[in-house]
């Protein structure tokens, strides 16, 4: 493990980006699904990208690897040496082209899946092995001719895939099939394979999801060493809070494609786009005066019981402009949340009608309501004032309530984390 | 409500018993059986139908004494069927394994040494062959060399297509015509002069042996041209693709531009093997097929070992790796174009190797040599033996075109001298085969461990069995 010698500056930004995205816009027919995205990963640094389901936060890694070419922006990587390599550029007449997936692996640039995506079939350390060996020269006639370099390369490329195992705690589970696994082993076989083509930056697709609470402590133990121990620069996709504010460096957050805020996990937390992004306005302030009246209480069903409030709470609108906004925007939001990928975004956009006032215009969380917003600024302008107090008392509970999914005892421990 | 469940399968079970007694599902198995039987009955009868009476061959078939038998043929075989579920059958079928699983299970058999051993006897078998029982008929040894052989050259290579990379190959045969007309041109038969002049001047007249290496580099620039602009497509459009790919290459080989390839007549009397070297000569004799036989089994070693490196090499586990998941290949690093193309470049020079030989064996070649139903027997061949593994794939090669062979029977070998089959029948037959082993051992007769876990996790609902879907990640807009 070439990597291990490194020193890596953890939870520094000194080093400069490692990974540079300018105004990266994606769009799949009408659908916008990254909105001129700019993001820079440090080197040394675990950045975390959160966001509601549909943000988009997939979309960015894809078109990070080269899955998806984005219609706007480019993408550099800078790797230890300095010289940028462009993963998505503007070439000669106009024409946009991104580096090939296995050339963005091969630039030193891995990544995770958010579905497990193993070789089934395989063993556990033939699955590794497979993303070791393309760093070897073996080809298909020196193989057939069985010239001892091969056997060489083979033993090497083995060996450094023990490493990796053992690195990730699958020693002893070499042999077994790999879909035998639990899914938590899955998970870091995943990580495992994606660190043994010895990258320098590491993309992680909710590494927690599915995974149970003392795996989920499991892996943020394991992506703080591969950050700290083998210098690697993280970014990582998550819901579970809890992992996400414990390994994180800086945390950006994603929402109809849009970056809404950025920075470390105490100033996200108390954002209010971000609160409005996860929870909605109006249910925030819901949440922050239960918060307020009652100690201990649950934020997600709280949440979820401000869903029917919001009906009577439209009246107490004063504004007819304002009124016409927030129902054109809850259209939009309905078209949106149809066109949307996964069904669960549809609960904080629908709480979203309330919030056409000023954080969506400061945040640009929904862009369709822009339009609408223009007519309903001077209503919005006078709720400014009622409303950036609540937003505030709101935030204590807001990235706790997690898009509505989790218990409320993890809740109370996140908010604790938070405070700390 | 945890009860009410348990009521509920009660009631139905109740129900179920008092269904009428018909409803009994091994009263659909006996009908079943009756209905094979009765086809059967027609399908193996040497009556023919006349057009003066069109029922007579029902009436044979079914309405007479013939009928009667099949009728008591099919209650037998209900019966034995019935008891032998009613004994369980897997517990049967168990009780059966046992002692191939002790064979299996002795540690001695495991030793390298052993087999390697095994090996070697099973080669020096195959060389013996030619001189033991039916197979000194000079039928046998010919349809040895000439089909068992050539075909299973041409099945290893197909194997890597679709056995490792997974990618479906319906135009293989092209790649071994395509072997064969070099060869044809190589020997100075091909092409024959404008208007079929006899004074032509054909470029080349080589030794056969050279028609090897010259073929081989050929159809792997014609693997490499085929598969450049279409191994973007998936499963079935890319099995469409190879389609056409063989109906061009069959039409260009009718059509004869510039007379190279001799149009529908083909090259005839193209010359055999020829060994002169170090005042050594030899002569591949048409009239003898057991040199022939001699030659395929030294080019199957030969390539067996080449294959048996391949897979168990980092080639091998990529093209595993691509076919199971192409996306997570690609994003471990692993250049999914640059090996497909191999497998398709080693895949086309294999065939093309195998129609070096089959050229040299039956000395004339027409376009209807290669017939797209060649194609896909070849696969068919592969899948029978068991995509992916080396040794399912020889013997599924050898069983399916010996089979065929055998049951038409050389004049006067068995039965006085009349076919076991009609050989108008062989494809039904064959068919039915098939269609028997899909059902009962999708894997194959002796598939490959990577394969059978693929297919045992594709009933699980847990991936693929072959790169045939659509990336879920989707792909570039």
């Known amino acids: 493990m070439s990597t291990s010698t490194e020193t890596a500056p953890a939870g520094s930004t000194v080093g400069g980006p490692v990974l540079h995205a300018q105004d990266v816009t994606l769009r799949f027919g009408g659908l916008t699904s990254l909105d001129h995205v700019s993001l820079d990963l440090y080197r040394g640094e675990i950045l975390a990208v959160i966001g509601p ?8 890694f894809n078109s990070l690897t080269g899955v998806y070419l984005p219609q706007e922006g480019v993408i550099e990587f800078v790797p230890d040496n300095g010289t940028a390599i462009s993963l998505v550029k503007n070439g000669a007449f106009n024409r946009r082209s991104n ?164 920075g470390r996990p105490s100033e996200v937390q108390q954002n209010p786009a971000v609160i409005e992004a996860y929870l909605g306005s109006e249910a925030a302030e819901e949440a922050a005066a239960e918060a307020e009246a009652a100690v201990a209480t649950d934020a997600v069903p709280a949440a979820r019981d401000a869903e029917p409030v919001e009906a009577d709470a439209e009246p107490e609108i004063e504004s007819e402009a304002e009124v016409d906004a927030a129902e054109a925007a809850a259209e939009a939001d309905a078209a949106e949340a149809a066109a949307a990928e996964e069904p669960a975004a549809e609960e904080p956009t629908a709480e979203e009608p309330a919030s056409t006032e000023p954080a969506s215009e400061q945040s640009g969380a929904e862009a369709q309501a822009e339009a609408q917003t223009a007519s309903a600024t001077e209503a919005a302008e006078t709720a400014e004032a009622a409303e950036e107090p609540d937003a505030e008392a709101g935030s204590e509970q807001s990235p706790a309530a997690e898009s509505g999914q989790t218990a409320g005892s993890r809740d109370r421990d996140t908010n604790e984390e938070g405070s700390a | 409500m945890t009860t009410s469940i348990s009521e509920l399968s009660a009631q139905v079970r109740q129900l179920r018993s008092h269904d009428a007694w018909w409803k009994n599902p091994r009263w659909a198995r006996l009908f079943t059986i009756f209905a094979v039987f009765m086809v059967l009955s027609i399908l193996t009868n040497k009556v023919q139908g006349s057009s003066s009476d069109y029922t007579l061959l029902f ?6 004494a013939r009928g009667v038998q099949f009728l008591i043929g099919s209650v037998v075989i209900w019966a034995i069927a019935e008891v032998w579920r009613a004994r369980g059958l897997s517990r049967i079928a168990a009780q059966a394994a046992q002692p191939v699983r002790q064979v299996k299970d002795i540690p001695a058999l495991k030793n390298v040494w052993v087999k390697r051993a095994s090996l070697l006897v099973l080669v020096v078998v195959a060389i013996l062959l030619p001189t033991m029982g039916m197979f000194t008929l000079p039928y046998f040894q010919s349809v040895l060399a000439g089909q068992v052989g050539v075909y299973v050259l041409a099945a290893l290579g197909l194997n890597v297509v679709v056995g490792w990379a997974g990618l479906l190959d319906l135009g293989y045969i092209a790649f071994f015509a395509i072997g064969a007309y070099t060869t044809a041109i190589l020997s100075g038969k091909l092409p024959i002069g404008a208007d079929g002049s006899p004074e032509a001047h054909p470029p080349f007249h080589l030794n056969l042996f050279f028609a090897f290496p010259i073929a081989v580099a050929l159809t792997m620039v014609a693997g490499l041209v085929l598969g450049a602009p279409t191994l973007r497509l998936r499963g079935d459009y890319l099995a469409i693709v190879t389609l056409g790919f063989h109906e061009i290459v069959l039409t260009i080989a009718r059509n004869n531009p510039k007379n190279i390839t001799g149009g529908a007549l083909g090259a005839t009397g193209i010359p055999t093997f020829r060994f002169n070297l170090f005042g050594i000569h030899y002569d591949w004799n048409t009239t003898d097929s057991k040199p022939y036989w001699y030659l395929a089994i030294g080019l199957i070693i030969v390539v067996v070992f080449a294959f048996r490196r391949l897979e168990h090499s980092k080639v091998g586990r990529t093209w595993t790796a691509i076919r199971e998941d192409e996306v997570a290949a690609a994003a471990s690093g692993v250049p999914t174009v640059k090996y497909k193309l191999m497998a398709f470049a080693i895949g086309a020079s294999t065939s093309g190797f195998a129609g070096v030989l089959a050229t040299a064996k039956i000395t004339a070649i027409t376009p209807e040599n290669f017939p797209l139903a060649v194609s896909i027997f070849v696969l068919a061949y592969v899948i029978f033996g068991g995509m992916g593994s080396l040794t399912g794939v020889i013997v599924g090669a050898s069983l399916m075109t010996f089979l065929p062979a055998f049951l038409q029977g050389p004049p006067s070998w068995f039965n006085n001298g009349v076919p076991v089959v009609d050989p108008k029948d062989i494809p039904m037959w064959i068919g039915a085969v098939l269609l028997v082993m899909m059902i009962f051992r999708p894997q194959g007769l002796i598939p490959s461990k990577r394969r059978a876990q693929e297919l045992a996790q594709a009933e699980h609902g847990v991936g693929d069995a072959d790169a045939m879907t659509e990336p879920a990640e989707g792909v570039a807009p």
């Not at chain 1, 389901?53 to 960015?60: E, P, R």
């Not at chain 1, 994603?254 to 950025?262: D, E, M, Q, R, T």
């Open chain 1, 99 to 262: 580096r090939k997936p296995h050339l963005v692996n091969r630039a030193g640039i891995s990544r995770t899946f958010q579905n497990i995506r193993l070789f089934n079939a395989l063993t556990v350390l033939e699955n590794v092995q497979i993303a070791a060996e393309t760093r070897s020269s073996s080809g298909p006639v020196g193989v057939m001719l069985g010239l001892p370099r091969n056997r060489r390369n083979e033993r090497a490329a083995r060996q450094h895939s023990r490493d990796m195992l053992e690195f990730v705690g699958l020693r002893g589970k070499e042999n077994a099939i790999a879909s035998s696994l639990s899914y938590g082993d899955q998970r870091r076989l995943e990580i495992a394979r994606a660190m043994a083509s010895d990258p320098k930056v590491l993309l992680l697709d909710e590494p927690a999801a599915g995974t149970n609470p003392s795996e989920k402590l499991g892996l943020a133990e394991l992506i703080q060493r591969i950050n700290t121990e083998l210098g690697i620069s993280i970014l990582l996709i998550e819901h579970d809070m809890r992992l996400v504010m414990s390994v994180a460096h800086r945390i950006t957050v994603l929402n109809f494609g849009k970056v809404i805020a950025s």
């Open chain 2, 59 to 64: 009436k044979n078939s079914w309405f007479s």
């Open chain 1, 53 to 60: 389901n549909g943000a988009g936060k997939t979309s960015l």
